[in-house]
């Protein structure tokens, strides 16, 4: 899950390249956030290790766009008669849900 801060970055980045076809600098990013070049290294190393963007310091004005939205962890699971338990990582389709159900219920 993302912090304030890296959740807005992220979302002038992708506001900015949906509208002006490019990604923004370092000094854009700085006027339009408010905050100092240090900070916005750092937001900007955080959304790369995450898989956000591709970013690297060497060339810290080339920002590409991976992935505009937040992933969202969420975690499911449920137990049927203490039978099975099944957890998934993300929300699957209804159909693989009702599938598994079925299928601990004729076990």
Do not use: C
């Not at 890296?6 to 979302?11: A, D, P």
């Not at 070049?37 to 310091?57: F, Q």
């Not at 766009?65 to 449920?78: K, N, P, S, V």
Request: cysteine-free; overall charge neutral; proline content about 5%.
């Amino acid at each position: 899950m993302l912090a304030d801060i890296e959740r807005m970055v992220l979302r002038i980045i992708a506001n900015y390249s949906a509208i002006k076809h490019l990604t923004p600098s370092i000094a854009e990013l700085s006027t339009e956030k408010g905050r100092n070049r240090e900070d916005l290294l750092n937001v900007l190393a955080e959304l790369a290790k995450e898989g956000y963007i591709s970013w690297t310091p060497a060339d810290p004005d080339r920002i590409t766009l991976l992935q505009a939205w937040e992933q969202e962890d969420r975690w499911i699971g449920w137990q049927v008669y203490g039978l099975k338990v099944k957890i998934y990582k993300k929300v699957p389709p209804v159909h693989i849900l009702v599938r598994d159900f079925f299928r601990v219920m004729q076990l």
